[in-house]
C-alpha cells in the first residue's frame, strides 16, 4: 500500500523559512521521480518542485531561487526548503510520486497535503 505523509507545515512569517518533508512508504522510493505541488483556494494546483530519481531538479519559475527539493533514498523521503517565503506561497502543499512507464514506477499518488500560511 502506497503512502505518502507530509509533515512541516505551518504559519511564517514572510522572510521566513519552512521545511516540509515527504515519508513514504509501499513503493520503491529510490527508482521514483517525486513532486511537490500546492494549491491555494480559488486557484488549480501547480507544481513547485520536481525531483528525477537521478536527483535531478526543476522547479516554477515562481519559487526558483527560493526553494530546493532534494531526496534522502535510505529514508524515503524527500523534502521541500522553502525560504524567503511570501504570502503569495500561502497553499495546501502536496507530494507526489510521480507516474513512470518503467516496472516499479507505475502509478501516480498523492500524500494528504499540509497547510503554509505565510503573513505579511
Not at 106 to 120: E, F, I, L, N
Given at each position: ?13 514572510a522572510?521566513g523559512s519552512l521545511r ?11 527508482i521514483n521521480?517525486?513532486?511537490w505541488?500546492r494549491q ?5 494546483r501547480?507544481?513547485?518542485a520536481?525531483i528525477s530519481k537521478?536527483?535531478s531538479?526543476?522547479y516554477?519559475?515562481s519559487v526558483?531561487?527560493r526553494f530546493?527539493?532534494?531526496r534522502?533514498?535510505?529514508k524515503?523521503t524527500v523534502y521541500?526548503?522553502m525560504?524567503?517565503?511570501e504570502p ?9 510520486k510521480e507516474?513512470?512507464t ?6 501516480a499518488?498523492w500524500?494528504q ?8
Amino acid at each position: 500500500q502506497v503512502q505518502l505523509v507530509e509533515s512541516g507545515g505551518g504559519l511564517v512569517q514572510a522572510g521566513g523559512s519552512l521545511r516540509l518533508s515527504c515519508a513514504t512508504s509501499g513503493f520503491i522510493f529510490s527508482i521514483n521521480a517525486m513532486g511537490w505541488y500546492r494549491q491555494a483556494p480559488g486557484k488549480q494546483r501547480e507544481l513547485v518542485a520536481r525531483i528525477s530519481k537521478a536527483g535531478s531538479t526543476n522547479y516554477a519559475d515562481s519559487v526558483k531561487g527560493r526553494f530546493t527539493i532534494s531526496r534522502d533514498n535510505a529514508k524515503n523521503t524527500v523534502y521541500l526548503q522553502m525560504n524567503s517565503l511570501e504570502p503569495e506561497d500561502t497553499a495546501v502543499y502536496y507530494c507526489k510520486k510521480e507516474a513512470g512507464t518503467t516496472w516499479g514506477t507505475w502509478g501516480a499518488y498523492w500524500g494528504q497535503g499540509t497547510q503554509v500560511t505565510v503573513s505579511s
